[in-house]
C-alpha cells in the first residue's frame, strides 16, 4: 500500500543555518567583540570556576569554545547538524556539541544558559517563544542564571540598510531588509557554484516590553538589562543590543 505522505518544508532558521553560504556570509563576524562579551558576562555573573554552561543555539561554536578556554565546563547546543559536525571537532572532555533544538528541556542542568547574537524570535507561533523560555529556565539549576543576547529592534529599524551587495569569498550576495508583519526581514540572493540561491532571515521585532511579558508568563524573573557588550545600560534609541539576565 502506498502512503501519500506530503513532506513539510524546512523553516527558513533549519535550512539557511545549515548551509555553507550562511558561514561564508558572516566569516567577518568579530571574534574579538564576542570573547569581551563573555568574559564581561561570566564576570558579572560571578561564575563558580568549575560552572557548567549551555551555550544554547551555538552555530559553530566561537563563543562556546572561548568559554572553555576560560576553564568552564561547556556543552554548545544547536539545530543545524552541519554547525555541531564542525563545531565538534574542538570537542574535548570538558567541551560537548549537540543538535537540540531549544524548544526542547535539556536532560541535564547548568549553572548558567547562554542565547547569544539574536537566536531567538525565529518562530512562526508565539507559543513556540515561550516554550523556549520555559525550557530555559527549568534547565537551569537552583542557583543558575540565563542570558538572551537579542538585538535592539528600535535601533535596528533606525539604522537598517534596505539594500547592498557583499561580496565573501567572491560570492556576491545580494541583500534587502525590511520590516514587515511586525518582523524584520532579511532577503539574500546569490549564485554560488553554479546555482541561484534565495534565502530569508525573519526574526520577530521582539521589545523589551514584549519579552517582559513573556517572562511572566514563563514565571522567569528578570534581574538586568544591559545594551552593548560591554554591559553598559540599555537605552531604547541608542543601544544595538538587549541583553536580558534572568531566572
Ligand atoms: C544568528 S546564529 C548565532 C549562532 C551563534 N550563537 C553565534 O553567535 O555565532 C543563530 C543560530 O541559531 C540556531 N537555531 C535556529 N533555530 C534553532 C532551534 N530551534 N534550536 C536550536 N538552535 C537553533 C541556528 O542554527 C544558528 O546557528
Not at 543555539?57 to 563563543?63: I, N, Q, T, W
Not at 565573501?168 to 550576495?173: A, C, K, L, S, Y
Request: charged fraction near 30%; proline fraction near 2%; hydrophobic fraction near 35%.
Amino acid at each position: 500500500m502506498t502512503e501519500n505522505i506530503k513532506s513539510t518544508p524546512k523553516k527558513w532558521y533549519a535550512s539557511w543555518f545549515d548551509t555553507p553560504y550562511y558561514h561564508i556570509l558572516y566569516k567577518d563576524r568579530d571574534y574579538n567583540e564576542a570573547q569581551h562579551f563573555m568574559d564581561n558576562l561570566t564576570g558579572y555573573l560571578n561564575l563558580p570556576e568549575n560552572a557548567k554552561i549551555l551555550d544554547l543555539a551555538c552555530g559553530k561554536g566561537r563563543h562556546s569554545i572561548y568559554l572553555n578556554s576560560l576553564g568552564y565546563t561547556v556543552t554548545g547546543a544547536d539545530l543545524s547538524e552541519n554547525s555541531i559536525i564542525e563545531a565538534s571537532k574542538s570537542s574535548n572532555d570538558t567541551l560537548q556539541f549537540k543538535v537540540h533544538d531549544m524548544r526542547e528541556v535539556c536532560t541535564e542542568k547548568y549553572d548558567a544558559i547562554f542565547n547569544l547574537f539574536t537566536s531567538f524570535g525565529y518562530f512562526d507561533d508565539d507559543a513556540d517563544n515561550l516554550k523556549t523560555l520555559k525550557a530555559i529556565h527549568s534547565s537551569l539549576n537552583e542557583t543558575g542564571f540565563a542570558c538572551i543576547d537579542f538585538m535592539n529592534v528600535d535601533y535596528v529599524i533606525e539604522n537598517l540598510v534596505p539594500e547592498e551587495i557583499k561580496t565573501v569569498e567572491d560570492i556576491d550576495f545580494h541583500i534587502k531588509r525590511y520590516v514587515k508583519d511586525n518582523h524584520i526581514f532579511k532577503e539574500i540572493s546569490f549564485t554560488a557554484d553554479g546555482e541561484d540561491y534565495h534565502f530569508t532571515e525573519k526574526v520577530q521585532a521582539i521589545r523589551l516590553a514584549d519579552f517582559e511579558k513573556m517572562m511572566e508568563e514563563a514565571g522567569i524573573y528578570l534581574l538586568d538589562i544591559f545594551g552593548n557588550y560591554k554591559l553598559q545600560k540599555f537605552f531604547k534609541n541608542q543601544s544595538e543590543r538587549l541583553i536580558m539576565i534572568f531566572k
